[in-house]
């Protein structure tokens, strides 16, 4: 397959889409980690968001997380417009329908309709990015006043997210976008690690037992975030 094939054809777009989602997928995991941080004001009421902030300080301002970052959102934007490709490729296979609706037979809801949770996803993250990766990164909106760690100022990514996730609607709207990230993930897991090679039925199951897993995990762990800083559980 030459480098033009991985992005035009039907086989190719598969494999990038793949490759991407195992990409997402390890972002995903350092990406709730670091977010669960602020988990620890449960455990500690004195800790206010610290080590979430320093987390967050260190991420924003590693030299090669930084270029990664730049890796990161190329990735995000190649799985895109290839998951949209194929998307589109598969409702022109689908011209012609079935007799009569399979249902569930053929495959999952969710499988099919990853163009719409997609949708949503690409939404959620416009929303996302626009609350805390675009003021972390460029406007600092929210983020006026530092807080100081052994001498060391600091973005407050935590004081942010207790007054992002104030208003009703935000939190809705990222509960939403976490359902939508956890049916997403559903059939994205194991679909990944098939694209890449990975047939034998033993090895599948074990994947897609991990999958559910991990999907319900990720996904409620982050819808987790906004309701706690609603309900004022932490913060």
């Known amino acids: 397959m030459t480098f033009k094939q991985m992005f035009t054809s039907s086989i190719g777009k598969k494999l990038?889409?793949?490759?991407?989602?195992?990409?997402?997928?390890?972002?995903?995991?350092?990406h709730v980690s670091i977010n669960a941080c602020i988990f620890a004001d449960l455990f500690n009421p004195d800790e206010n968001g610290e080590m979430f902030n320093k987390a967050a300080h260190f991420m924003g301002s590693t030299v090669l997380i930084r270029i990664l970052e730049v890796g990161l959102m190329a990735g995000i934007v190649l799985?895109?417009?290839?998951?949209?490709?194929?998307?589109?490729?598969?409702?022109?296979?689908?011209?012609?329908?079935?007799?009569?609706?399979m249902g569930n037979v053929g495959s999952k809801w969710y499988s099919r309709s990853m163009g719409l949770l997609g949708t949503l996803l690409l939404?959620?993250?416009?929303?996302?990015?626009?609350?805390?990766?675009?003021?972390?990164?460029?406007t600092h909106q929210g983020l006026d006043i530092p807080v100081t760690y052994n001498g060391v100022d600091m973005h407050d990514m935590f004081g942010l997210m207790k007054v992002t996730f104030s208003q009703l609607w935000v939190v809705i709207a990222y509960i939403i976008g976490c359902i939508s990230l956890f049916w997403h993930l559903m059939h994205g897991f194991q679909s990944a690690f098939r694209t890449v090679g990975v047939s034998n039925n033993?090895?599948?199951?074990?994947?897609?037992?991990?999958?559910?897993?991990?999907s319900l995990i990720v996904s409620v762990l982050f819808a987790l975030m906004p309701i706690a800083m609603y309900l004022e559980w932490i913060g």
Do not use: C
């Open 202 to 214: 033993r090895y599948l199951s074990l994947l897609n037992n991990i999958g559910i897993g991990f």
């Open 123 to 138: 939404l959620f993250f416009i929303l996302h990015f626009s609350h805390f990766w675009v003021p972390a990164r460029f």
């Open 79 to 101: 799985h895109i417009v290839q998951g949209y490709m194929l998307e589109m490729l598969n409702r022109k296979a689908r011209a012609v329908g079935y007799d009569k609706p």
């Open 16 to 30: 990038v889409m793949g490759l991407t989602g195992l990409f997402l997928i390890s972002f995903l995991i350092v």
